[in-house]
C-alpha cells in the first residue's frame, strides 16, 4: 500500500470514528481524534480568510439550547453554521416545554425528529449526558459547570497557531481551580502531550478525579499533571498562562470573598516574569480586568485572548462538520 494511501485510509478511519458520537467531554475523544478536529480547524479557517465556499452541512439544521447566558458560544456556533451552508436555532429555556417541566428524554426524542444536532449550554452536566442518552442526533457541550470542552479545542488551537505546537509545552493555570475550564483544560493538556500546572487556594482545587483520570492519560503522552497552593512554583517557564474570572456564573453571591482569597492568584507582570519570555496568555472572557488579571497583561503584547476568541468559530465549525456531515 502507497504512502499515500495508508495516509487517506488513516483520514478516513478517523472521520468514521465520530459518526454517532457526542462531545460532552474533551475526555470522550481520543488524541488522534482532538488533533484531527485542530488540522479540520485549521483548513477551515484557511478556507473562511480566503473566501473559499465550504458547506460541508448544507440543508442541515443545529438547535441550540440556553440555559446559561452567552455572548462567544452563541454567535460561533451560529455563525459556523451558517459559514458551512446550514442553519441554527436559538431556543432559551423560556421558549423550551423543559421550562414548564418536560422531562428531558422527551424533550430528546421530539428534537431528534426535527434537527440534525443539538448544542446545550446549561448548568447540570447531568443534563447533557441525559439528552445525549435519549436523542439519535450528535449532542454539543456548550458548557456546564464541570465542563467546557468547546472553549479548550478553540485554546488548544490557538496554543497550536502561536507555539507551532502542543506537546512538551507547559501551560500555567492560576486562579479557582474548580471550574468548567480548568477541568477540560486538564482532559485537554493530557490528551495533547501538553504539561499543566495548577495553582489555586486551598479549597480550590479541581475535582480529584478528573485530574487522578488524567493523569494516567498523560503519563501516556509523556507529560505531566500538578495541582498545587503555590502560584510561583506553577508558573516558572511556563509557555503558556491562563486564568479564568473568580466568580463564574451562580457564584456571584461570593464575589467579595473569592477577591480576597484569590488576589495572590491573579496573573500581573510580577508573576509573569517567571514564565518564559515568549509566553502566551488565554483568558475564554469575560475578564474582569484588575481582578483575575491585571490590564497591563490582558491588553499587552503577550495577551492572545482575541484569537483565542475567533477561534472559537474555527474550531467549533471542525466539530459541527465530523459531528454531523453525512
Request: net charge negative; with cysteine; proline share 3%.
Amino acid at each position: 500500500m502507497s504512502v499515500v494511501n495508508k495516509y487517506e485510509d488513516k483520514q478516513h478511519t478517523l472521520e468514521e470514528s465520530f459518526k454517532g458520537k457526542d462531545f460532552l467531554t474533551i475526555a470522550d475523544f481520543s488524541s488522534e481524534e482532538i488533533l484531527y478536529l485542530l488540522d479540520e480547524a485549521l483548513d477551515m479557517k484557511q478556507k473562511q480568510k480566503q473566501g473559499i465556499p465550504h458547506p460541508y452541512l448544507q440543508g442541515k439544521t443545529l438547535g441550540m439550547i440556553f440555559e446559561k447566558a452567552s455572548t462567544r458560544t452563541r454567535i460561533s456556533f451560529e455563525v459556523g453554521m451558517l459559514q458551512l451552508g446550514g442553519n441554527a436555532i436559538f431556543l432559551s429555556s423560556k421558549d423550551l416545554q423543559l421550562g414548564r417541566g418536560e422531562s428531558i428524554s422527551d424533550t430528546a426524542k421530539v428534537m431528534s425528529r426535527y434537527l440534525d444536532g443539538i448544542m446545550i449550554r446549561t448548568f447540570a452536566h447531568e443534563t447533557v449526558e441525559e439528552l445525549a442518552e435519549h436523542a439519535d442526533i450528535p449532542i454539543i457541550n456548550g458548557l456546564t459547570d464541570s465542563h467546557h470542552p468547546a472553549q479548550i479545542l478553540a485554546d488548544l488551537l490557538t496554543i497550536l497557531e502561536h507555539k507551532g505546537k502542543l506537546k512538551a509545552l507547559k501551560l500555567c493555570y492560576l486562579g479557582d481551580g474548580n471550574n468548567n475550564v480548568v477541568h477540560s483544560l486538564i482532559e485537554g493538556s493530557a490528551k495533547v502531550g501538553m504539561d499543566i500546572a495548577i495553582a489555586s487556594p486551598a479549597g480550590y482545587e479541581p475535582n480529584s478525579s478528573i485530574v487522578e483520570s488524567a493523569k494516567l492519560v498523560a503519563a501516556s503522552q509523556g507529560s505531566t499533571i500538578s495541582v498545587s497552593n503555590d502560584p510561583i512554583e506553577a508558573i516558572k517557564d511556563a509557555d503558556v498562562v491562563v486564568t479564568d474570572v473568580w466568580a463564574s456564573m451562580g457564584q456571584e453571591s461570593e464575589q467579595e470573598k473569592r477577591m480576597k482569597i484569590l488576589q495572590p492568584f491573579q496573573v500581573n507582570s510580577n508573576l509573569c516574569k517567571l514564565a518564559k519570555d515568549d509566553f502566551i496568555f488565554l483568558h475564554c472572557l469575560p475578564a474582569h480586568r484588575e481582578e483575575e488579571v491585571t490590564s497591563e497583561i490582558i491588553d499587552g503584547k503577550h495577551s492572545v485572548v482575541f484569537d483565542e476568541a475567533e477561534n472559537r468559530l474555527h474550531a467549533q465549525k471542525a466539530l459541527l462538520k465530523v459531528l454531523m456531515k453525512d
